[in-house]
């Protein structure tokens, strides 16, 4: 890891890990916190470490390890904010996008929902708890698309939701692996240990800390429409088809969380951090991204489908509207 100390921004104190024998490695126990809502308490954030090489991980025929591809997100969104005392109280996750052909781009977000948890800027540990939802949503490029378009008017006309949008984007549910009544996971110091990552996915010589998260993926949320339903559930296969099954229910999803040196934080940028990033990447889609899926060795991750038989649903499902 970067060796830079005198970076490190004065007005740290500490103590919060020590608060509590049970929040110590090596199995830091978080339940004695309660799960705070990721937006509720920003005035309270002093100190940031920015995550800004996000490397996300999915089997691409899920149980298959050899299919294992990697991605960076991207790198200007990610945030951890704490107090000088070092409790965690916000975590801003990164987005990104895939492309089908013939139906256009897709936006994803890792959305927090609730958080717990405590960093160390003494030993570069953290331990926290969250709980996301993955959020899916069609980018401004595809809205000229004609069956985008015609999509969306049946779906205004009738008013019903349609994905045009985060505020009314696709979600998928997520939880602890191998518990799917838990939605509550962790974040862990350290890099995954569920696989090696590949040099280009490490950033040992530049990053100041890592950690790491591993989540399960959910089913998709029902949105009480069934005809929504069953069209954002057309949509999520597309997706996943795109993307390699980044979103394929039973899939194990993971991040290494790079960080950079610790860094004062200005309240109302935290605010609308997040939401100018978001409405970059909407304006100019995957301008943020460094790069597309590779597998370990460095090859390309492609979809070898060209979404004909997709293609053909969605008109189905766009007809039963009329």
């Known amino acids: 890891m970067s060796t830079q100390n005198s970076d490190v921004p004065p007005g740290w104190v500490g103590g919060f890990e020590e608060s509590n024998p049970a929040f ?3 199995d830091p126990n978080l339940s004695s916190l309660p799960m705070l809502d990721n937006m509720a308490n920003i005035p309270r954030i002093k100190r940031q470490q920015r995550i800004y090489w996000p490397e996300f991980s999915w089997e691409t025929i899920k149980g298959n390890p050899d299919s294992r591809c990697f991605q960076r997100f991207a790198h200007d969104i990610s945030s951890i904010g704490y107090d000088n005392t070092g409790r965690i ?6 987005q990104q996008g895939a492309c089908a052909k013939n139906i256009g781009c897709l936006n994803v977000e890792v959305t927090v929902q609730a958080q717990r948890g405590w960093v160390n800027e003494t030993n570069r540990e953290l331990a926290a708890d969250m709980t996301v939802e993955a959020k899916i949503w069609f980018s401004p490029s595809s809205h000229q ?6 999509a969306w008017d049946l779906f205004e006309k009738e008013s019903l ?3 045009s949008d985060k505020a009314n984007a696709i979600q998928v549910a997520t939880n602890k692996v191998g518990n799917p009544d838990q939605p509550i996971f962790a974040i862990s110091t350290g890099q995954s240990t ?7 996915a490490k950033h040992l010589d530049k990053a100041w800390a890592v950690g790491n998260i591993e989540v399960q993926i959910g089913e998709i949320i029902p949105t009480n429409y ?4 069953t069209f954002n559930q057309k949509i999520l296969d597309i997706f996943n088809i795109a993307s390699g099954n980044m979103l394929l229910q ?16 200005n309240t109302e940028r935290w605010i609308t951090h997040a939401e100018r990033w978001r409405k970059s990447i909407d304006a100019d889609h995957g301008r943020h991204c460094p790069g597309p899926a590779r597998y370990a060795d460095g090859s390309l ?12 649903d969605l008109i189905k499902i766009i007809e039963s509207l009329l």
């Open 24 to 26: 110590a490695y090596p």
């Open 89 to 94: 109280w916000s975590i801003i996750c990164p």
């Open 145 to 150: 698309n004609w069956l985008v378009r015609q």
């Open 161 to 163: 939701p349609f994905p």
């Open 194 to 200: 569920l696989f090696e990552a590949p040099e280009f």
């Open 226 to 229: 069934p005809k929504v339903d």
């Open 250 to 265: 039973g899939n194990i999803l993971t991040w290494n969380l790079w960080f950079t040196t610790p860094q004062l934080v």
């Open 301 to 312: 991750f492609k979809p070898e489908h060209d979404f004909l038989q997709e293609f053909d």
